[in-house]
């Protein structure tokens, strides 16, 4: 009796865990630089992202990520939501996490 149980409990479990994150969402974005001495925008490489869920004891990390050559960062799994992307510790940029496979971010712009 124990041992069907058990096992009830985990095959609950394990779908649980595979519905919560059937609403994942894989985030990608990019950000671009701009200067004085640049004609147009550039790809940033090696920008920190840091991404932030509203809490009401303050804003809670959640995940980062840094930008390649081609200026472009990933955040996988990523629960549905209102988060804040902050950029190399000081802009903040709000964002809205929608229930989709895959989510684009628009491209992120620092002078």
Known sequence: MQTKLSKLLLLLCV????????????????VDGIHPYAPYPF??????IDLYMPSPQGPRWMANAYTGGDGMYYFSRIMPGV???????ALNFPLTVYSVPQQDIPPILLR
């Open 15 to 30: 779908m649980m865990t595979v519905a919560l994150h059937s609403n994942a969402t894989e985030l990608r974005g990019r």
């Open 43 to 48: 790809p940033l490489n090696g920008a920190r």
């Open 83 to 89: 988060y804040t992307l902050q950029v190399n510790g």
